[in-house]
């Protein structure tokens, strides 16, 4: 059974940085398609970050050079670094993974609150 468990969540002002962990069990990280993504109140669930089997990445434009995804296959974790914290980041974060990459987020986490003020 996949288990993905979030943590690295909290509240920071503008500007500031936070990193995202997501540890992972019954799913090898290393090789796999895993990802990012975030919900605001009363906006619609998005991807922020994924990373594919090759290790390629890809960004919402609205992360590009803030954000940095990222994988430990020792410690079956995948990380999200965030930096220069805007307000508008202010969402839960959720890790999602793919069973058979380039299909669908089919395992998802609990979550982990960000809440940036400005």
């Known amino acids: 059974q996949v288990q993905l468990v979030e943590s690295g969540g909290g509240s920071v002002q503008a500007g500031g940085s936070l990193r995202l962990s997501c540890v992972a069990s019954?799913?090898?990280?290393?090789?796999?398609?895993m990802g990012w993504f975030r919900q605001a109140p009363g906006k619609e669930r998005e991807v922020v970050a994924a990373i594919g089997s090759d290790g390629s990445t890809t960004y919402a434009d609205s992360v590009k050079g803030r954000f940095a995804i990222s994988e430990d296959d020792v410690k079956f974790t995948l990380y999200l670094q965030m930096n220069s914290l805007k307000p508008e980041d202010t969402a839960m974060y959720y890790c999602a993974a793919q069973t058979y990459c380039y299909t669908v987020y089919n395992h998802w986490g609990q979550g982990t609150q960000v809440t940036v003020s400005s």
């Open positions: 019954g799913y090898s990280v290393g090789g796999s398609c």
